[in-house]
């Protein structure tokens, strides 16, 4: 257990130095660089600035120092946003984007068991059709146009209403976060919905359900304790791979409903071609990520004792 | 054979039954055997949402190459009046007569400056247009009201609904007998009100009329012959009627034609979604064969770097890689996109590949004809690769609508294909900005992504069902 742990953490320190890496030489094959943001200024004045970011030295030494500041987790002071450390930028905004991601997949999930064993205890009846007719459409509309017609949604009501019962747009209280974390979780909830309908299908066929009905057990502890448990594995395992569809996600959501997350930084920092918060968002999504992706795998050990982690 | 057997030993029998004859029917093979792909078409056709997507397929191929060549209108062409038109039938326009200078109404007989100080100036009466209301001008006037020295126009979108909501101040006549406004300001065909409220000279009254006004279409001479309605030698006498440029699906912000532009934004989105696919599961299919076929280390090191290329953050590398390859000016920025999608999307191809040739490889048939002396060649060709066909083909439909997404998802934060080449994301992304009051600039290339991506996961579902041996069995 713990020599698995610390296997798959050595894989995933290797893994994020390779996305550091591997974005440190594309982020610097793109031609520019973030002191062209900035209106014309002299040969001697961007000299000085060069000096002060270090871009003075050769891309070789400057991935080192990176390196090196990074380990003691420092990602340095952005370009683009005045004296403002990376750090800084990512403590004040990343608990928004983990906020929304949070509701976006508690959203998802709950919806997705319920639906999924809905349509699987209704099979091929009207409710499944309904459902799975929706669950198609989740997975067919793009989350921006969810978003907008989320927000269309508002406006109507608060307008209906003649008050703002839930807020359009902005960030601070529970109502502001219902509309964009449930807009979010919208494709992974079908996607869950549909992974659970197939899980239930196959688990009802399984020995011990036939046995749990011989021994004469009530349909709902069957349901409750045999069916759903064992239904429940696979959409566990997709679970890891979803946060990064979600945070991924999460940026276009955060752009529609104006949600100050990190999302907005990352493509803001993207166009603008400002380094260190490009290089200080994705080592920290990317290492969020992976410890993610290792964190569920080794819950899936514990709730599944057949699974045996080497 | 028994018999004539029979008979030789025993010559002097004659047998008491007939030979039962040779030609049974029984091992003929009463229907053709069918390829696995000819079942798999018949499966498919059984399937009717499969069959409906795969209509809805071949229409938008039709709808993007033979589409601009039936629909033969500029997709870039700005029509400025009619800007955010919603779809409509086609509309006529009178022809403009030039314009000539109005002189305002004002009374002789009425003072300009009062002569009475009411505390409240009544509304005035009798507001109506002058001539034909057109865009090109729309010409009121009102009677005048004792106490008033001068007037204020306003101009709204809707009904007022108190002083506050008069709407955009157009002016103020100076004068109580100046009894007559022409608005010439941005007209469009559409409902427009229009508020009167008297003033004392200084300070606005309390009252005031409205009047709904819906301006006829018209449009000059030479703005007609510039947008090729009419031609420069043309005779037509004004007053006449011309028909507009027809927009079925309505215009966009500037005006320029939706259904035109939606032609031309499905070639970007179905190029992307199409070629990307294509171009990553062959290469998925190279790399994930050659790692599953030879396997031992090789395989490992190859997968090893498949698992980093899948951990790398895709949304920032798209943008890197895009930005990378270079977008010159006045280059839509399309391949660079192509180039990046393949880039980072061939290991999930790859992966299913190595799977699927690691199993086939240790299957009996596999042995048998490497016992034969089959070379590895014709092994891959022969055996594995028609064998992980089903697959690569249900992965490669499943991978069209996720091109698209990924294509409308970074046009619509603004980092996709370069404007003014439309794509369906980018077009989503310029209609959001209008949803509230135009909202068929969002739905229209918003359905269309929708349904496409819809089309190609029930094809793609069918096709598992049709494909996947699993399924078969049932």
Same mark, same amino acid.
């Given at each position: 257990?713990?020599?698995?742990?610390?296997?798959?953490?050595?894989?995933?320190?290797?893994?994020?130095?390779?996305?550091?890496?591997?974005?440190?030489?594309?982020?610097?094959?793109?031609?520019?660089?973030?002191?062209?943001?900035?209106?014309?200024?002299?040969?001697?004045?961007?000299?000085?600035?060069?000096?002060?970011?270090?871009?003075?030295?050769?891309?070789?030494?400057?991935?080192?120092?990176?390196?090196?500041?990074?380990?003691?987790?420092?990602?340095?002071?952005?370009?683009?946003?005045?004296?403002?450390?990376?750090?800084?930028?990512?403590?004040?905004?990343?608990?928004?984007?983990?906020?929304?991601?949070?509701?976006?997949?508690?959203?998802?999930?709950?919806?997705?068991?319920?639906?999924?064993?809905?349509?699987?205890?209704?099979?091929?009846?009207?409710?499944?059709?309904?459902?799975?007719?929706?669950?198609?459409?989740?997975?067919?509309?793009?989350?921006?146009?969810?978003?907008?017609?989320?927000?269309?949604?508002?406006?109507?009501?608060?307008?209906?209403?003649?008050?703002?019962?839930?807020?359009?747009?902005?960030?601070?209280?529970?109502?502001?976060?219902?509309?964009?974390?449930?807009?979010?979780?919208?494709?992974?909830?079908?996607?869950?919905?549909?992974?659970?309908?197939?899980?239930?299908?196959?688990?009802?066929?399984?020995?011990?359900?036939?046995?749990?009905?011989?021994?004469?057990?009530?349909?709902?502890?069957?349901?409750?304790?045999?069916?759903?448990?064992?239904?429940?594995?696979?959409?566990?395992?997709?679970?890891?791979?979803?946060?990064?569809?979600?945070?991924?996600?999460?940026?276009?959501?955060?752009?529609?409903?104006?949600?100050?997350?990190?999302?907005?930084?990352?493509?803001?920092?993207?166009?603008?071609?400002?380094?260190?918060?490009?290089?200080?968002?994705?080592?920290?999504?990317?290492?969020?990520?992976?410890?993610?992706?290792?964190?569920?795998?080794?819950?899936?050990?514990?709730?599944?004792?057949?699974?045996?982690?080497? | 054979?028994?018999?004539?057997?029979?008979?030789?030993?025993?010559?002097?029998?004659? $047998?008491?039954?007939?030979?039962?004859?040779?030609?049974?029917?029984?091992?003929?093979?009463?229907?053709?055997?069918?390829?696995?792909?000819?079942?798999?078409?018949?499966?498919?056709?059984?399937?009717?949402?499969?069959?409906?997507?795969?209509?809805?397929? +071949?229409?938008?191929?039709?709808?993007?190459?033979?589409?601009?060549?039936?629909?033969?209108?500029?997709?870039?062409?700005?029509?400025?009046?009619? +800007?955010?038109?919603?779809?409509?039938?086609?509309k006529t326009a009178l022809l403009?007569?030039?314009?000539?200078?109005?002189?305002?109404?004002?009374?002789?007989?009425?003072?300009?400056?009062?002569?009475?100080?009411?505390?409240?100036?009544?509304?005035?009466?009798?507001?109506?247009?002058?001539?034909?209301?057109?865009?090109?001008?729309?010409?009121?006037?009102?009677?005048?009201?004792?106490?008033?020295?001068?007037?204020?126009?306003?101009?709204?979108?809707?009904?007022?609904?108190?002083?506050?909501?008069?709407?955009?101040?157009?002016?103020?006549?100076?004068?109580?007998?100046?009894?007559?406004?022409?608005?010439?300001?941005?007209?469009?065909?559409?409902?427009?009100?229009?508020?009167?409220?008297?003033?004392?000279?200084?300070?606005?009254?309390?009252?005031?009329?409205?009047?709904?006004?819906?301006?006829t279409i018209a449009i000059?001479?030479?703005?007609?012959?510039?947008?090729?309605l009419?031609?420069?030698?043309?005779?037509l006498p004004e007053g006449a009627s011309l028909t507009l440029?027809?927009?079925?699906?309505?215009?966009?912000?500037?005006?320029? %034609?939706?259904?035109?532009?939606?032609?031309?934004?499905?070639?970007?989105?179905?190029? +992307?979604?199409?070629?990307?696919?294509?171009?990553?599961?062959?290469?998925?299919?190279?790399?994930?064969?050659?790692?599953?076929?030879?396997?031992?280390?090789? %395989?490992?090191?190859?997968?090893?770097?498949?698992?980093?290329?899948?951990?790398?953050?895709?949304?920032?590398?798209?943008?890197?890689?895009?930005?990378?390859?270079?977008?010159?000016?006045?280059?839509?920025?399309?391949?660079?996109?192509?180039?990046?999608?393949?880039?980072?999307?061939? $290991?999930?191809?790859?992966?299913?590949?190595?799977?699927?040739?690691?199993? +086939?490889?240790?299957?009996?048939?596999? %042995?048998?004809?490497?016992?034969?002396?089959?070379?590895?060649?014709?092994?891959?060709?022969?055996?594995?690769?028609?064998?992980?066909?089903?697959?690569?083909?249900?992965?490669?439909?499943?991978?069209?609508?996720?091109?698209?997404?990924?294509?409308?998802?970074?046009?619509?934060?603004?980092?996709?294909?370069?404007?003014?080449?439309?794509?369906?994301?980018?077009?989503?992304?310029?209609?959001?900005?209008?949803?509230?009051?135009?909202?068929?600039?969002?739905?229209?290339?918003?359905?269309?992504?929708?349904?496409?991506?819809?089309?190609?996961?029930?094809?793609?579902?069918?096709?598992?069902?049709?494909?996947?041996?699993?399924?078969?069995?049932?």
């Amino acid at each position: 257990m713990l020599a698995y742990t610390m296997k798959r953490l050595m894989a995933g320190v290797i893994t994020v130095w390779f996305i550091a890496t591997a974005t440190f030489v594309a982020m610097h094959m793109v031609p520019g660089d973030p002191l062209m943001n900035d209106k014309a200024v002299t040969a001697e004045i961007r000299k000085n600035l060069e000096i002060k970011y270090g871009l003075d030295k050769p891309v070789g030494e400057q991935y080192l120092i990176f390196m090196g500041n990074m380990l003691q987790g420092d990602f340095g002071i952005s370009f683009t946003q005045q004296n403002r450390r990376v750090n800084d930028i990512i403590r004040d905004h990343f608990p928004v984007s983990a906020t929304l991601g949070v509701l976006a997949l508690f959203f998802a999930t709950i919806g997705g068991v319920v639906w999924g064993a809905l349509t699987a205890v209704y099979r091929n009846r009207l409710p499944d059709i309904i459902i799975m007719f929706m669950v198609i459409l989740g997975i067919s509309v793009p989350s921006f146009v969810f978003a907008a017609l989320g927000q269309l949604l508002l406006v109507n009501i608060n307008s209906a209403l003649g008050f703002s019962l839930v807020p359009v747009a902005g960030w601070g209280t529970i109502s502001h976060m219902l509309m964009p974390s449930l807009v979010l979780g919208l494709s992974t909830m079908a996607l869950l919905t549909r992974l659970m309908r197939s899980s239930m299908l196959e688990v009802i066929n399984e020995d011990y359900i036939k046995t749990a009905k011989a021994k004469g057990l009530s349909p709902l502890r069957i349901f409750f304790k045999h069916q759903l448990r064992n239904a429940i594995l696979p959409v566990i395992t997709i679970l890891g791979p979803q946060i990064a569809a979600i945070t991924t996600g999460g940026f276009v959501v955060e752009l529609v409903f104006a949600i100050p997350g990190l999302g907005r930084y990352f493509v803001q920092a993207v166009q603008q071609l400002d380094y260190t918060v490009i290089m200080g968002t994705t080592v920290f999504f990317g290492a969020f990520l992976v410890l993610m992706v290792i964190l569920v795998d080794i819950l899936y050990g514990f709730i599944d004792p057949r699974v045996r982690l080497q | 054979m028994a018999t004539t057997l029979t008979a030789e030993l025993t010559p002097e029998l004659t $047998p008491d039954f007939t030979a039962a004859s040779h030609n049974l029917s029984v091992e003929q093979i009463s229907r053709p055997s069918l390829s696995y792909w000819e079942d798999a078409w018949i499966r498919l056709k059984k399937n009717t949402r499969a069959i409906i997507s795969l209509y809805i397929v +071949i229409f938008l191929a039709l709808f993007t190459l033979a589409g601009p060549l039936v629909w033969q209108v500029d997709p870039s062409l700005q029509d400025l009046n009619q +800007i955010s038109q919603a779809p409509s039938w086609p509309k006529t326009a009178l022809l403009a007569a030039p314009y000539e200078r109005w002189q305002p109404i004002i009374l002789d007989d009425f003072p300009s400056e009062p002569d009475t100080f009411p505390d409240v100036i009544p509304a005035p009466d009798g507001l109506q247009t002058i001539g034909l209301a057109t865009t090109q001008q729309i010409r009121l006037r009102w009677n005048p009201v004792v106490g008033a020295g001068g007037y204020s126009i306003y101009r709204n979108n809707h009904l007022p609904e108190g002083l506050n909501d008069l709407g955009l101040p157009l002016a103020t006549t100076m004068g109580g007998n100046e009894i007559s406004y022409e608005d010439r300001l941005n007209l469009e065909a559409r409902k427009y009100y229009y508020s009167v409220v008297p003033t004392d000279g200084i300070d606005e009254g309390d009252k005031y009329v409205t009047l709904e006004v819906i301006p006829t279409i018209a449009i000059t001479r030479a703005e007609a012959t510039a947008r090729g309605l009419i031609s420069a030698a043309s005779d037509l006498p004004e007053g006449a009627s011309l028909t507009l440029h027809f927009h079925p699906f309505g215009t966009d912000y500037l005006g320029r %034609d939706m259904l035109a532009r939606l032609m031309e934004g499905a070639r970007v989105s179905l190029f +992307i979604g199409i070629c990307a696919p294509f171009l990553f599961v062959l290469i998925g299919i190279l790399y994930g064969g050659f790692a599953g076929y030879f396997g031992g280390q090789l %395989d490992s090191t190859l997968m090893r770097f498949a698992d980093f290329v899948v951990a790398l953050p895709f949304l920032l590398f798209m943008i890197l890689f895009k930005i990378a390859f270079g977008i010159g000016p006045g280059e839509s920025g399309i391949i660079p996109m192509l180039i990046a999608l393949v880039l980072l999307s061939w $290991p999930g191809t790859a992966r299913l590949v190595r799977g699927q040739v690691l199993q +086939i490889r240790n299957n009996g048939y596999i %042995d048998a004809a490497r016992l034969l002396g089959a070379k590895n060649s014709y092994l891959v060709l022969r055996h594995i690769l028609p064998n992980t066909m089903g697959v690569i083909l249900v992965s490669l439909t499943f991978a069209v609508p996720g091109a698209i997404f990924t294509e409308a998802f970074l046009s619509f934060i603004g980092m996709g294909v370069a404007p003014p080449t439309p794509s369906w994301g980018s077009m989503c992304n310029e209609g959001v900005k209008t949803m509230l009051s135009h909202p068929h600039e969002l739905i229209f290339p918003a359905t269309f992504i929708s349904v496409t991506v819809l089309a190609f996961n029930l094809l793609g579902d069918g096709l598992t069902e049709a494909l996947d041996s699993r399924m078969r069995s049932r």
